[in-house]
């Protein structure tokens, strides 16, 4: 998604964080978890916390 950052969350503990944390969103489930969409990019950046992984520039998602 060109212009986008998803939140690629891996688990149940790390959903429950994200909805803690972040601003609710579209939310498309994964064979693992839960992907939350967001326009505008950011700095992609693996292992926020456990589980929890941020797609972005020079990143892709399926």
């Known amino acids: 998604m060109a212009g986008g950052t ?3 969350l891996d688990n149940a503990d790390a959903a429950t964080w ?7 969103t579209k939310v498309v489930p994964t ?5 939350w969409v ?13 589980g929890v992984d941020i797609k972005s ?5 399926r």
């Open 38 to 50: 967001y326009w505008g990019a950011m700095q992609s950046a693996d292992g926020v916390r456990p």
């Open 18 to 24: 994200t909805s803690r944390t972040l601003p609710a």
């Open 57 to 61: 520039r020079m990143s892709y998602a």
């Open 6 to 8: 998803i939140v690629d």
């Open 31 to 35: 064979s693992r978890g839960e992907h």
